[in-house]
């Protein structure tokens, strides 16, 4: 098959990361396949420069931003209606809202045979103003018109879905999102990184992997560090990822008198997540808006229990008192609770990141998910072309 991804940005992040390892399991089953996207600038990084996922075109969109722009958006219409037309794509596959809404209407309007979407996280959720709410669902409900299928990482991204009447229930499929899980598995405390890093020995470390922005929940973790902080005082805290929070962390941080217990890892390549993880003896994931936070199957992976926001997709792998811990939305006492307790708590620790462990290596592996999406695309094609 001839197939394209089409994403609105290519930086370090989960969406992405699951969008190159289909491409990747693709190309090893013999299929050509080409990915669109707009340009990736500042410090949120370059995914394809930190990885190796295989030989293919990458064909960059200028006028494909994250914002919402008319002019910008019309002109990546046409332009990607052009070359879904000159390349006779069997499938166009697209990732993210912006491109999402975009390239699913190009793909239709190019005559593209099969055109599918992914909801990595939901355009539209309770935390942003009605106007924003109500513009986004209007757009998913035209857009899901104009594609064969929809695909979520969660059950709960579905739901969602189909509550707001985006589209009928027998157009979505849950399809987890993939990772090298087998890498997460090896991943082993390394004294040396945590060196690198500046956490002390033997003291106690709570992690975050996410990009510094926004929607990842930040704006919690520094509260709940200095409720944790109170009784454990030698808790340290590592946040993995950079962007454009950065600045406003560290500030304050400083005015906290706190610096000394947080330690920024930065961008990281994908393979050295998993070594970040097994420093640390739980991950904390604090958004308000997340589809099926991939951080959080990663940490179990690893073996070490999590703490979220039962929000989203986050209860569907951890489950409360078997995998970790989850608290209501914002709840920063609550998260702070079952950190002390989880610190207090060595073996309950082992139980549950066993527990853990057990249940995601297998559901996660990226080439069941490549494997899944392939015989979807075969099928739907076949049934076009009958």
């Not at 050509?32 to 340009?39: D, H, M, N, Q, S």
């Not at 190009?106 to 709410?133: C, D, E, I, M």
């Not at 070594?275 to 940490?299: D, K, M, N, T």
Request: net charge neutral; proline share 5%; aromatic share 10%.
């Amino acid at each position: 098959m001839k197939i394209c991804h089409v994403i609105t940005r290519l930086i370090v992040g989960g969406a992405q990361e699951n969008t190159l390892l289909t491409i990747k399991g693709h190309l090893e089953k013999g299929h050509e396949v080409e990915l669109a996207t707009g340009f990736s600038p500042g410090r949120e990084g370059k995914l394809l420069e930190n990885a190796q996922y295989g030989d293919f075109p990458v064909v960059e969109f200028p006028d494909m931003v994250r914002e919402i722009s008319p002019l910008h958006d019309l002109k990546t219409f046409f332009a990607l209606k052009k070359y879904f037309k000159e390349k006779k794509f069997d499938c166009v596959h697209t990732h993210s809202s912006k491109a999402g809404i975009i390239g699913r209407l190009a793909a239709r309007a190019a005559g593209v045979p099969v055109v599918v979407h992914t909801v990595h996280g939901q355009a539209f959720h309770p935390y942003q103003s009605k106007l924003k709410n109500r513009l986004f669902i209007f757009l998913e409900r035209f857009a899901a018109r104009f594609c064969d299928k929809i695909y979520a990482v969660a059950q709960a991204m579905i739901d969602q879905c189909v509550t707001a009447k985006v589209a009928p229930e027998e157009k979505y499929m849950v399809v987890y999102s993939g990772m090298d899980t087998a890498a997460f598995d090896r991943a082993k405390r390394d004294m040396a990184l945590r060196e690198k890093f500046g956490i002390p020995e033997n003291v106690n470390t709570v992690v975050t992997v996410a990009r510094l922005f926004p929607q990842k929940g930040y704006e919690y973790v520094i509260p709940a560090a200095k409720k944790v902080l109170k009784t454990h005082p030698d808790t340290h805290f590592l946040f993995v990822g950079d962007g454009p929070m950065y600045d406003e962390l560290v500030a304050e941080l400083e005015r906290e008198n706190i610096k000394d217990n947080f330690h920024f890892a930065g961008l990281v390549p994908p393979d050295a997540v998993a070594s970040c993880i097994a420093q640390a003896e739980l991950l904390w994931h604090l958004s308000l808006h997340e589809g099926l936070p991939r951080a959080v199957v990663q940490a179990l992976a690893v073996g070490i229990p999590a703490i979220g926001f039962a929000l989203d997709g986050t209860p569907e792998v951890v489950i409360n008192g078997e995998t970790g811990f989850t608290t209501p939305a914002e709840d920063i006492g609550m998260v702070a609770q079952y950190t002390v307790k989880l610190l207090d708590d060595p073996e309950m620790r082992q139980r549950l990141g066993n527990a853990g462990k057990a249940k995601v290596l297998e559901q996660f592996d990226w080439r069941k998910m490549a494997d899944i999406l392939e015989k979807e695309y075969i099928s739907l094609l076949e049934q076009k072309t009958r």
